[in-house]
């Protein structure tokens, strides 16, 4: 394997340039697949046999829980990036990616909370899945807190990646809690690709949802990404020479 390459492709300057031009292609087509899934949840998949319409929630809840998770390991194995092998851009991946993931997360469990409702008959109960999704948002929220009380943003990036490194216990125990323990919240449907517990009318935009989901975080990260460089690097020559020249044009 060609180190070299992989460490010009972690650059700030290099990532920072190709960032710019990938991501408003990645904007469209997140917006696309917004269109089509919601179209297909809101007026082609059919009503739930129980549910009702109210089953339709889950294209909002159910992949913003898929990306609490997903963000946190990213956000986790780009902090370990910066601490274990000092990759910079490991460390601004990781605090652009924690307040996406928080967000998500709280969406999670606001929708969670009033599909509940009706479900369940309480917006809230302590069980298994909820909890660990609610510690979730607070490893989160503990991230973002640890950035911004310590002034030294190397001091912050590993002093995060260890709180993300050790958060990381939680994730199992949100996926799988489930099935661990007796809970209120349903098992899992879509997951058993053997044979899903889902309609393939209500699957598919389900599916097309969390791809958008996933689109929108790399969007905004590579933006906010972009942010970070600038705000990191901007003492360097590169980042001088960049801004000289847009205030040029």
């Given at each position: 394997m060609d180190f070299s390459r992989l460490h010009k492709y972690a650059s700030p300057m290099h990532f920072y340039s190709w960032s710019l031009a990938v991501a408003p292609w990645l904007g469209i087509a997140c917006a696309v697949l917004f269109v089509v899934g919601l179209a297909g949840g809101l007026f082609y998949a059919p009503p739930d046999y129980q549910q009702g319409e109210s089953f339709r929630i889950i294209y909002v809840h159910v992949p913003s829980?898929?990306?609490?998770?997903?963000?946190y390991m990213v956000m986790a194995g780009a902090g370990a990036l910066g601490l274990i092998w000092h990759?910079?851009?490991g460390d601004m991946i990781a605090r652009a990616s924690a307040p996406v993931g928080a967000w998500f997360t709280?969406?999670?469990?606001?929708?969670?909370?009033?599909?509940?409702?009706?479900?369940?008959?309480?917006y809230w109960v302590w069980d298994a899945r909820l909890t660990s999704e609610l510690i979730l948002l607070f490893l989160y929220l503990g991230y973002i807190a640890l950035?911004?009380?310590?002034?030294d943003r190397r001091t912050a990036a590993r002093a995060g990646a260890i709180l993300a490194l050790v958060g990381t216990v939680n994730i199992p125990i949100v996926h799988y809690s489930v099935e661990w323990?007796?809970?209120?919240?349903?098992?899992?449907t879509v997951t058993k690709f053997d044979a899903p517990s889902i309609d393939t009318s209500m699957l598919i935009p389900l599916l097309v949802m969390s791809l958008a989901y996933t689109l929108y975080f790399c969007t905004i990260v590579l933006v906010r990404t972009r942010c970070e460089i600038l705000e990191f690097?901007?003492?360097?020559?590169?980042?001088?020479?960049?801004?000289?020249?847009?205030n040029a044009v």
């Open positions: 829980a898929w990306m609490s998770l997903f963000i990759v910079k851009l709280f969406l999670a469990l606001a929708t969670g909370s009033l599909w509940g409702k009706p479900m369940w008959g309480t950035q911004g009380a310590i002034e323990w007796n809970t209120l919240h349903q098992g899992p690097e901007r003492n360097t020559t590169w980042v001088k020479q960049r801004a000289a020249g847009v």
